[in-house]
């Protein structure tokens, strides 16, 4: 018997299916993530900034700690999704997200008069931080919803932040053509708006193991890598050729059929399950099969009442603190926090996400101080989000292939990932003729890599139950880490070098006017620093890689293996009950 769209009571059927089914909510999780990376285009709007409201280097760079301070203190956020569903927690997100760069926004274009210094550090901050809330609504429940392929997840999801840059750069092209200032009215409306259109579609949903589950995401990376592609080649060609408006219209046009065309493996996956539920509801045959099968009743009637333990008094999570369960079990909050292995992921962060995230963060004036046109800057930052996506998804997934094939530890490809960002800060640090179009290429790789990595490896080692609130706490590491090294090393030691060469030239800088730089001089000395302190983190990565080294030799998703058959097997049985006590003899 074939199960077909039969009228219109099948068709509407069909449509709830996918509208409420598991993979139109990591559809729309795609479309949250892929508006929520505007902190990683501080480069483009950041020089308007700085001229509009005459700001020297060191200023910018508190502006953009702030940003970053928004962006990746989401342990508010995270502390919320412990008690709210997810809607909860995006439709904050949307309100913080659109305040925060209206104010923005205003200010930059004068609308308001001119605002202070520590008022534009609290609205990026307010903005920014709208980004932890999207995360912890979208992407924590989406790995909850999938943890058996968490790694493959965190990689897509983180991977389509990282992509958000190129995006939102050809819509605001086709869009408001050059207006920078436009730019931040945009990224300040368009994520707010998509986390509304979909705030009830992200909910935490029955865990389902699903026999093509890898290759249904493996069929979302390869359009996810279309986009990819098809935007590095637009920034190329962008690059060499001048765009008239039509053109950007055409490409961002391209840009957001491919944003849509997951859809398409979302409609064939949940018609393909509510294909499988008809022909069950049609077919008694399947029904008498299933009831079959659970002939172990007995394990199922012992395994559901086991409610006299919950009669015993849990002890206070401040006694327990420091008597952490073993690995991969659920930590408390504090366990984890307390705990060396977290220590350890915190400090290596601080110094891995520090340095690169200060680069990215100072490209525009790094291309600017070594003499790269305008345009090439603008290349920058988007092969940055490009490579950022790339590193993401190859973290993802190829740290998910290393760890179930080979038992490679995770930790390990994060020391890997630190060694390769060391590449890109040395080349920056000297300044070779033409090297930062390859040096953005290898920190917006690392950068983007080190993300997937930290959140798989704090939901293997302390366990999924504090999820919402140990993602957003291993985050804080990013902004500390910016702050020592782009605020007190990189903003610091590139105004005493501009202040030098004004000094040499007889110059004298007046009050409001922005401090800029010229030559390799700018960042040598800085660059060097973060490199050593990334060096210093990968020392740091090793020593958890050791510790853990035994926890990943093991089979680390035997749990949720184990949890996900017991609740096939109860559903098998309510079936079996529903289907009669007729098939048990047969």
Same mark, same amino acid.
């Given at each position: 018997m074939t199960a077909g769209i039969g009228g219109r009571s099948d068709m509407g059927s069909l449509a709830l299916q996918i509208l409420n089914g598991r993979w139109f909510m990591v559809f729309a999780s795609f479309l949250i993530m892929s508006a929520a990376g505007a902190t990683y285009m501080f480069g483009l709007y950041s020089s308007e900034i700085k001229t509009v409201l005459g700001y020297d280097q060191s200023t910018l760079n508190l502006l953009s700690f702030f940003k970053d301070v928004g962006s990746n203190v989401g342990v508010l956020s995270g502390l919320i999704a412990e008690v709210t569903p997810p809607w909860v927690v995006l439709s904050i997100g949307s309100v913080l997200n659109f305040? !925060? #760069?209206?104010m923005i926004w205003l200010g930059v274009t004068r609308r308001i008069a001119k605002p202070t210094v520590w008022q534009m550090c609290l609205y990026i901050c307010i903005g920014a931080n709208s980004q932890s809330f999207a995360n912890t609504g979208a992407l924590v429940t989406c790995v909850k919803n999938f943890p058996e392929s968490r790694g493959v997840v965190l990689g897509l999801l983180k991977g389509f932040v990282g992509l958000s840059g190129a995006i939102i750069t050809q819509i605001y092209s086709a869009v408001y053509g050059d207006d920078k200032p436009a730019l931040i009215l945009l990224i300040g409306w368009l994520p707010a708006v998509i986390s509304v259109v979909f705030v009830r579609t992200i909910r935490i949903m029955k865990v389902v193991?699903?026999?093509? /589950?890898?290759? &249904?995401?493996?069929? %979302? =990376?390869?359009i996810s890598l279309g986009l990819a592609g098809f935007l590095m080649i637009i920034i190329i060609v962008e690059k060499t050729a001048h765009f008239a408006r039509g053109e950007y219209v055409?490409?961002?046009? &391209?840009?957001?059929? %491919? %944003? *849509?065309?997951p859809l398409a493996v979302v409609i064939r996956e949940e018609y393909n399950s509510w294909k499988a539920k008809k022909l069950s509801l049609n077919d008694p045959s399947p029904i008498k099969v299933v009831t079959e099968k659970p002939i172990p009743p007995p394990t199922i009637s012992v395994i559901s009442p086991p409610s006299p333990p919950k009669q015993e008094q849990e @002890?206070?999570?401040f006694r327990t603190a420091f008597q952490p369960p073993e690995r991969g079990e659920d930590y408390t +909050? =504090?366990?984890? =926090?307390?705990?060396i292995d977290m220590l350890l992921l915190f400090l290596a962060t601080i110094c891995g996400v520090g340095g690169t995230l200060t680069a990215i963060d100072n490209l525009g004036q790094i291309g600017e101080s070594l003499g790269y046109p305008k345009k090439s800057i603008s290349t920058f930052v988007s092969l940055v989000s490009i490579w950022n996506y790339l590193g993401r998804v190859t973290a993802g997934f190829g740290s998910e292939y290393l760890l179930k094939k080979y038992k490679f530890p995770r930790p390990l490809m994060l020391t890997l990932t630190l060694i390769l960002s060391c590449v890109g800060h040395i080349l920056i640090a000297f300044g070779v003729s033409n090297s930062l179009y390859f040096a953005s290429v290898v920190i917006g790789f690392s950068f983007g890599a080190q993300w997937p990595l930290l959140f798989a490896i704090i939901s293997e080692i302390f366990g999924l139950k504090y999820y919402s609130t140990l993602y957003n706490f291993g985050?804080?590491?990013? @902004?500390?880490? =910016? #702050?020592?090294l782009n605020v007190k090393v990189a903003g610091h030691l590139y105004d005493v070098e501009a202040d030098k060469q004004m000094k040499a030239l007889g110059i004298v800088r007046k009050a409001g006017e922005s401090l800029d730089c010229v030559g390799v001089e700018c960042y040598k000395v800085s660059f060097l620093i973060i490199t050593a302190a990334t060096v210093f983190g990968v020392f740091v990565s090793l020593i958890l890689v050791m510790r853990t080294?035994? *926890? #990943?030799? !093991?089979? +680390? #998703?035997?749990?949720?293996? /184990?949890?996900? /058959?017991?609740a096939e097997m109860e559903e098998m049985a309510v079936a079996g009950g529903g289907g009669g006590g007729g098939g048990k003899g047969t």
């Open positions: 305040f !925060g #760069y209206f193991r699903q026999a093509n /589950e890898l290759k &249904v995401f493996y069929d %979302l =990376l390869y055409g490409s961002a046009a &391209v840009v957001v059929f %491919l %944003l *849509f065309l @002890p206070s999570c +909050i =504090l366990q984890a =926090l307390f705990s985050s804080v590491a990013s @902004p500390i880490g =910016l #702050y020592i080294r035994k *926890f #990943y030799a !093991g089979d +680390i #998703y035997k749990k949720f293996r /184990e949890q996900a /058959e017991r």
